[in-house]
């Protein structure tokens, strides 16, 4: 066999900096549209961005060339920049260190992708920080309280 074939469908979690709502409203499309470019040209396949002002969901189907470590990196790296350059918050705009990425069926895809489509929805009555750690405890992760989310 010459090809490689795979599917790996993977969210990917990320928050701004101190967990901060420091995106504004009128411009997360924006941000959302900004990073479905830097992923499309990574030659990866966008299922949505979304998130709120202080964090990210990305779903997508990632290509076994390249890492998810190595994708959320030039995503930070390359929306930071963007983000402030169109200068829309007084203080310097950065993500938090780390991420969370959990993997999927294809038969949960469109449930992944409503609930990353709702976001602002789901947030009115749940925290980031109790939605990472649902996360976490859904599949499995070990992880220790000091580095979790802040309480908001």
């Known amino acids: ?8 469908l993977i969210q990917i979690v990320f928050s701004v900096k101190s967990r901060k709502n420091l995106i504004p409203q009128e411009n997360l499309e ?15 396949k966008l299922i949505i961005v ?6 990210i ?20 790296n390359n929306s930071t920049n ?5 200068d829309w918050m007084a203080e310097k705009f ?7 990425a959990f993997s999927y069926g294809n038969s949960q895809i469109e449930p ?5 489509k709702n ?10 920080r109790e939605e990472f750690v649902a996360f976490l405890e859904k599949f499995d992760v070990d992880y220790e309280e000091k580095y979790l989310p802040s309480l908001e």
Not at 60 to 75: E, F, N, Q
Not at 112 to 116: A, L, M, P, R, S
Not at 119 to 128: I, L, N
């Open 94 to 100: 950065s993500w938090q260190n780390g991420f969370g």
């Open 119 to 128: 976001q602002s929805e789901h947030h009115k009555t749940k925290t980031f």
């Open 112 to 116: 992944v992708f409503n609930y990353i």
């Open 30 to 44: 924006e941000v959302f549209e900004y990073m479905a470019g830097i992923i499309r040209n990574k030659g990866q």
């Open 57 to 76: 969901h990305i779903l997508l189907g990632m290509k076994p060339g390249i890492t998810v470590s190595a994708l959320v990196r030039d995503i930070k």
């Open 1 to 8: 066999m010459t090809a490689t074939y795979s599917q790996i």
């Open 82 to 86: 963007f983000i402030n350059q169109q």
């Open 50 to 55: 979304g998130g709120v002002s202080n964090h």
